[in-house]
Structure formats: C-alpha cells, structure tokens
C-alpha cells in the first residue's frame, strides 16, 4: 500500500489546464477585487436545528450491522423561548422542560473526579450505606451481601424487602465489568484505551431486577484519564425496561459555547455541546441514554470516542 | 504578497494543495477552485510565509476554507472524481477512490500523512487534534482500507 501511495502522491496533480488557467489569473490580478467563484462559508450556522424524529441506524464501517430503527429523543436546540412549546394539562402532555446552561463553571479536576469515583471498601462491604448508584426504580434499598472481593470483579448483591435486587459491580479495570451488562446496548472501549487510560477502581455497573425477576434497568460508567495528562472522559450508559423513560427536552441556542447534533460511525445521533472546558456528548432513545462528559479535552476528541464505540442499542 | 513570490509559491505547491482539497471536498472541480482561492488569498491579504514553512501554511490555509465550504454545503459529488482522477495502474485508481469514500475526518489524515508525508505532529497542528488522535484515524482508515480492498 506504502508504494500505492507513492505513486498516488507522484500522479495526482492539479490537471494542466486548470494549472494554466489559475496561473494566469494570479498573472494578472488587479489590485481591485475580482468576480471570484468563491462559497461564502456559513461559520457557527445559527440556523436552528429541529431533530429529525426517526433516523436508521446502519453501521458506516464495512462491516455488516442489523439495521435498527432508532427514535432519538436528544434534546432539541431551538433559536430561543418563544420556539419551545407551551405546557398543556388539558391534553395529558407533560409540557416542555428546558435545559439551562452550564453556568460557566470549568469542569473539576482529574484528581477530584477520582476521589469521588473510586471504590471505596467500607462503603462496599460494611453496607452502611448502600449507596453506589440512585436507581429511579426504586429508592431504598434494605440490604447488601458482598459476593466477592477480587480487585478483578467485586460484586455485591442488594436487596429489598420486596425482593427486587440490584448486582452490583466493580473492578480495577472497566473493561471487566462489560460482562456484567445484559446486552441490551453494547460497546467496545478498545478505541478509548487507544489515547486514554481508564483510572483504575473508579466504575461501576449495576443491573436490577424486580420482585419477579423481570429487568428493570442497568448502569455502566467508567473513567478514563488522558494519556498525556489533564484531560478525562466519564463515561455512562443507562438502560431501562420502561418504554418511554426518556423524554425530550430543550435547549436555547447560544446557552452552551456551542451544540449541535453529530451522527457517529455507527449511525448513532450525539448531542454534543461545549462549555469552558466541558465536552457533553449524548444519546438517548426511549429507553437509553449513553452519555460522555469530557473535561479538558475538544470537541474532536470526544467525537473520535464516539466513532470508536462500536454501539449498537437494541431495543 | 507580491504577485511574483504567488506565483513561485503557485508552481511549487499548487499540487499540495490540488491534492489537500481534493481529500475533503471529493470534487475535482470544487478542489481547483480551492486552488484559485487560496492562492488568490495570498494576493489580497498583507500575509508574510515563514521561510521554509510555506508547504505547510498553505495546507493550513487550505483546510480552513475546505471546513468552512463544507459547514456551507454538505452535499459532495463523488461521481466526477472517478471520470476525472487520470491514475496510470488501477490499483492506484481504486485504492484513490476507496480513500475518497472514507469517512471526512480519517481521510484528511490518510492525505495528509500517506499521499503529503505530513507527520503526525503537523497533522496535529492543522486540524486541531491530538498526536494520538492522528495516529489512531490513520490507524483505522488503514483497517477499513485493507478491509475494503482485500490487501496489505
């Protein structure tokens, strides 16, 4: 391939007669503005961006991916106020909500994101606090039994009076607890260990179930460190039996530094916005939400993250 | 600048730049405007080029207004490239076109590096990324590309 490109590199040249002709031109330039063919570029379009509502998913890699149909609810950036649609109790609907701004606040360092993140073995074991993960579902939790304590996969079961039960996870190393999740979104952090090292003890994943049995919900979320330092990605998939869990909501263009939509590689709509020094990228559907938070890092990054992620959300 | 120190300019890197454009907006037509503009650029503006940096300024150049006409128009005609990209072997014409329909943001780096010789570093300054974000787009262009073509 190495030769092909040589050869590309040698022959692939601006054709002669379109050389000859801008040659000339720049021959004979006047000081005075010329007629030049020239798109006025549109930068930081303020145009205001309606999400589509239905979008298919297919995978832009060559490799072969079962279509699924997709309804995003990611927030919708409109050009103001007056844009966003008026509560209505007469019909049901819950009315609009609108996001607010970030209020300008940077991102918290590194070391303090760690402190909070990481595992902590009283908390683990003693049950003390059940604490490791709000679940809507349900909002006390009665009891905890640590099934193990290898630093490769701690788990511990809680419970409830009425018999649901929450597993719940933990590991030095995130990529061990994707084992853990149901298979209901599935990804692939090869192409985060490319450019970031995941902070170790610093994850969790959960998944719950009901006094039956039934799923209910499940949690991912991991930390990652840039490699060259400063810089970190928490990043967090949620997933629930509930059709409909996640709605809709605004937010008014020019409360973020910017937002807009990005569509990765795997056919998946991101709502990306950046704010002083914060990078959110997010999609959810009905029943899911897979959410990055980048601190000190671009825009670009994140969305390399996103192309890497091999997501598919079935269902 | 002065028309004369244009036009040496003109004859010593207009290929770059053909090529450099060429890789984001995927029409030889639209590329050769780009050509015109950006040397046409240099003409108008009170611009000084550092001595031997002049190939790599005018990449620069060169992918700021590719962005700029890409966030105007996100529609790209990809059927005149195969009538009017004049490769000699074949193997060179499909391995061409393959890097075409690669995605926008693995392409510029499989141009940049791999037809322009950039380094990953100067890749890094143009558009904005990381040393390893270059290394890892380059990385997958080359996976989709072995995969596409069924070779090393």
Known sequence: MERTFKRISDELKLPRESRERIRSRIASWQKQTEDIPVRRPILKSRVPLIAVAVVVAMALTLTVAAAAVHLFRNDIIVPGVDDIPLLSSENGDLGAFVVGGPGGHPPAALEEMTKSARFKSDDWDLGERINGGVVSEYLRWDSVEVLSRDPALRIRRVGREDGAEKMEYTAENPANLLGTLTGRVTFDLKGMDEQYDHVPNANLSFVVSDAKGDYVSEYYNALYAKKDGGGYIDFTVYCTAQADYFGQTYIIDGSFETAYYYTSADGYEFLIETDNGSVWAECRTGRANVNLHGAYVTADEVEDILDTLSLTING | ?152
């Open chain 2, 1 to 152: 600048m002065e028309r004369e120190a244009v036009l040496a300019l003109f004859d010593r890197y207009a290929d770059t730049v053909y090529r450099a454009a060429l890789g984001y907006v995927r029409s030889p037509q639209e590329a050769e405007d780009v050509v015109q503009t950006v040397f046409l650029k240099l003409l108008e503006g009170d611009i000084a080029v550092y001595p031997g940096k002049e190939r790599a300024f005018l990449t620069k150049v060169t992918i700021n207004h590719c962005k700029n006409l890409l966030r105007a128009a996100r529609r790209h005609e990809t059927v005149e490239l195969e009538e009017a990209v004049s490769l000699t072997q074949p193997e060179d014409r499909d391995l061409f076109l393959a890097i075409m329909e690669l995605p926008e943001k693995v392409r510029t780096v499989v141009i940049l590096h791999c037809i322009e010789g950039y380094s990953f570093r100067e890749i890094s300054e143009f558009l904005h990324i990381g040393v390893s974000a270059v290394s890892m787009r380059l990385r997958r262009a080359k996976s989709i590309l072995k995969k596409q073509l069924g070779r090393d």
